[in-house]
């Protein structure tokens, strides 16, 4: 397939286009390289002759009709957002420029270009969203996908309502779409903002690991070769008009979460005492969600996915990967906010 890939330089959407090409297919990268974005990600194929990068943004709709128009793809990955919850708590506007109207741009432009087309059946949109939508769990029970939206804070309503949207575009003019809500990701190349990254480079550096809260806070970890494999499948294989939630099966609290990445340190990196003793429990994030946890049914019965490691050996290879890649990560340390608590101000 010729796949059009949005947020292609972030954390999943390279992820995506490395196992994109290394399956064959050709891929287009629009991405508007924002703080989050890192081309570098992308060295191991920058030089096939199937990747081609195109740097625009998913609010110009001029620059995505000439991409639509001279790429013709065979379907649209949309992974381009702004995803860090603590910076829609400082700045909401920028998440709503981006993961709505962007969102909308961008199924504008699809729709001119599978019009103009003759409305290929084939083709496909595929909204890549988050479980954030459905809100917060309670001890039991799990998100399925017809648990009802609630989101609560900016990023995960403004990811609500670009989901809303490409719903829309379906039921009103027909664009073949395909949507999936994905649980905590983790793994190579993730940026240094987010709670995995940061607790390993923190650790590393002898610096404190702070917990929000009380650390019982539960994420359901999936890593991020398991889900770029589950969105290949999704574009190709998925029903039209149809979501999938994906999730590891994997259910940590952030505390547990931690000690396991200190233990996996204290064995790959020994420290004089336990990485532990650094654990320091800080102010809350307002309205943290308190559980996430996905029922992964839909896509295991229907397109036989299943995650390939468990989290425990995910984080191994997590921190395998953050030891070996020093020049990469101390690169992303100097970008704007990162290394400083964000999302506060509330
Ligand atoms: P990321 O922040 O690492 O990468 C986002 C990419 O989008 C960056 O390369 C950035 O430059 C690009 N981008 C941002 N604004 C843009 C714009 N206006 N135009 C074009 N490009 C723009 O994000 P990620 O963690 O890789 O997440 C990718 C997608 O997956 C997002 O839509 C996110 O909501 C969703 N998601 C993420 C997780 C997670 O755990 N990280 C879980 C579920 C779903």
């Known amino acids: 397939m010729k796949l059009l890939i949005t947020g292609g330089a972030g954390f999943i959407g390279s992820a995506v286009v490395r196992q994109a090409i290394a399956a064959g297919h050709e891929v287009v990268n629009l991405d508007a390289l924002t703080y989050a974005a890192c081309l570098d990600n992308l060295a191991s194929v920058a030089d096939d002759p199937g990747y081609t990068f195109e740097h625009a943004d998913i609010r110009d709709r001029a620059a995505l009709d000439r991409v639509f128009a001279q790429h013709r793809p065979d379907a649209v990955m949309h992974l381009a957002a702004e995803s860090h919850v603590d910076r829609s708590i400082d700045g ?8 709505v ?5 961008l199924l504008e432009a699809a729709r001119a270009y599978w019009t103009r087309e003759g409305r290929p059946e084939d083709f496909r949109f595929h909204h890549i969203s988050t479980d954030e939508v459905f809100g ?7 998100f399925t996908e017809e648990t009802p939206y609630d989101p609560r804070s900016p990023y995960s309503a403004s990811k609500a309502g670009s989901d809303h949207l490409v719903r829309a575009w379906h039921e009103t003019y027909g664009l ?8 905590n990701n983790y793994g190579p190349f993730h940026f240094p903002e987010k709670l995995i990254p940061v607790v390993i480079l923190n650790a590393l550096a002898g610096k ?24 290949l499948l999704v574009v190709q294989k998925g029903a039209v008009g149809r979501s999938y939630n994906i999730g590891g099966e994997n259910e940590r609290t952030n505390l547990d979460l931690v000690r396991t990445l200190c233990a996996i340190l204290d064995r790959l990196a020994p420290r ?9 429990f800080v102010t809350d994030r307002p309205g943290h969600d308190a559980r996430y946890a996905i029922d992964p049914a839909r896509i295991r019965e229907e397109l036989g996915w299943r995650p390939s490691v ?3 050996e995910g984080l191994e290879k997590t921190v395998d990967w953050y030891l070996a890649n020093e020049p990469w990560w101390r690169a992303l340390q100097a970008r704007q906010g990162v290394g400083e608590r964000l999302g506060v101000g509330a």
């Not at 404190?208 to 969105?231: F, K, M, Q, T």
């Open 272 to 280: 004089e005492g336990s990485y532990a003793d650094l654990i320091s």
């Open 136 to 142: 917060s769990l309670g001890p039991e029970g799990q």
């Open 208 to 231: 404190p690991l702070p917990i929000y809260g009380d650390g019982s806070n539960v994420r359901d970890w999936l890593y991020v070769e398991d889900h770029a494999e589950a969105l």
């Open 310 to 312: 468990t989290v425990e």
């Open 92 to 99: 909401p506007g920028t998440f709503i420029d981006t993961n």
């Open 101 to 105: 109207m962007g969102t909308f741009h």
């Open 176 to 183: 073949p779409v395909v949507l999936t809500n994905c649980s």
